[in-house]
């Protein structure tokens, strides 16, 4: 632990609490940021206060997560498995015990599936037709996050084959006499929008059958994610994924305007910047970062790093220094350009890269770690990061080399604590500069009515 507090120059863990926070506010006057957040924040109180600000549901003002009127930050991970495992009453324990754990070591956001379409155990047997005992897994998995604290971030429907996919409601589409020559065209037509878009009214209109709470209505729900890394090669212009962005946020926002909404992007540039496009790591897959991002309902940002699959001819230097110019430039552009909060919703390294040590996973994490709370800290548009993949022990037939068992990985565990912490510090320092603001400008005004 103290090493790690060296390298990321944060307030030792031998420190009060109070010590704590006193060295954090000189780091932050240090870097110039605290009277411009005090400021930011005297004009905002009022208004958070209008808007409900304690109703439990994440929102955004800006570059920043907003909760119960003060700014939130998300250190989490990913667990595309929680629905699948909970369907099976007998299993449900394994999810409980991931949440304890990721709790317990002060993550607060998870990321994973609504979706499974066809196959073995589906969620969505055919197009509306679901299977009930999946269903009641994914409210297992939201009624049992929220005994822990956890926020999620639920997904619509995949890219890939894997549980489905855009693959898989194509097919449907063809049964019923649709010629489809490419899967692509799940972006483009209307039966198979149609398809989706009665999924996705499904899935916002579900009644909890555990906590009584529609989904689009439970605040332990983050946010929506349109797909996980939507790609249209078809059409590298990008205009196809543009439009079907647009259309799919405003059909979710018309059903539910409580929850954020988000793409699902992995962060690949487009034509929007074409100067921007030499940081792609060889990829012009149909999406575009900023223009993508810039469309009305869309309301953060999201990032994934990959260094080890994209760049998996270089060694692992190259691999950091492309994670680095990787995470600046898009924290800068959510910052300068879209003017949204940002989230790393996915990275991570496999332990089945050649030559692949604990170290060099830490480095990684590190890297984007200290990303992520430098940007905070100042009150930049990074808002946290989800790693790939946690799993809770007795799951090997879920291991994919990605995955992080806590209680296995001590050193990397230790980290994660450690950025929950950092995050957790920040978020306090600035919910009580927004109290002392509340405080100060109800004694001016109480001043001016003597």
Known sequence: MHRIS???????????????????????KHVGVLITIALLIIQQCCVLAIEGQDDGFIKTRGIRFILNGSPFYANGFNAYWLMYV?????????????????????????????????????????????????????DFVLAEARKYGIKLILSFVNNYESFG?????????????????????????????????????????????????????DPTIMAWELMNEPRCTSDPSGRTIQS?????????KSIDRNHLLEVGLEGFYGGSYPQKMSLNPGFNIGTDFIANNQIPGIDF?????????????????????????????????????????????????????????????????GTVYNK???????????????FWQLLT???????????IVLSENPSTANMIAEQSYKLHLIQKLFARMRDEAIWRRAKAVKEIGN
């Open 244 to 252: 079907w962005i647009a259309e799919m946020a405003s059909f979710v």
């Open 6 to 28: 060296v390298l990321f120059n944060i307030p030792s863990p031998l420190l009060t609490e109070g010590e704590r926070e006193r060295e954090l506010r000189r780091e932050m």
């Open 372 to 386: 992520v709370y430098s940007s905070a800290k100042q009150g930049g548009a990074a808002a946290g990061g989800l």
């Open 86 to 138: 909970a369907s099976d009453p007998s299993q449900r324990y394994k999810v409980s015990s991931v949440f304890h754990e990721a709790s317990s070591h002060g993550l607060s956001v998870a990321r994973t599936w609504a979706f499974s379409d066809g196959g073995y155990k589906p969620l969505q047997y055919s197009p509306g037709s679901y299977n009930e005992q999946m269903f009641k897994g994914l």
């Open 165 to 217: 996919g855009k693959k898989q409601y194509v097919d449907w589409a063809r049964s019923q006499g649709q010629y489809l020559s490419s899967d692509d065209d799940f972006f483009r037509n209307p039966v198979v929008q149609g398809y989706y878009k009665n999924h996705i009214k499904a899935v916002l209109n579900r009644h909890n059958t555990i906590s009584g709470v529609i989904y689009k209505n």
């Open 301 to 365: 940002a999201t990032l994934h790093s990959y260094p080890d699959q994209w760049l998996s001819s270089s060694n692992d230097q190259t691999q950091l220094s492309f994670l680095d110019s990787w995470l600046d430039a898009h924290i800068q552009d959510a910052q300068s350009i879209l003017r949204k909060p940002l989230l790393l919703t996915e990275f991570g390294k496999s332990r089945k890269d050649p030559g692949f040590s604990t170290y060099q996973r830490d480095q990684l994490f």
């Open 393 to 403: 022990e007795g799951m090997d037939s879920f291991r994919d080399g990605y995955e």
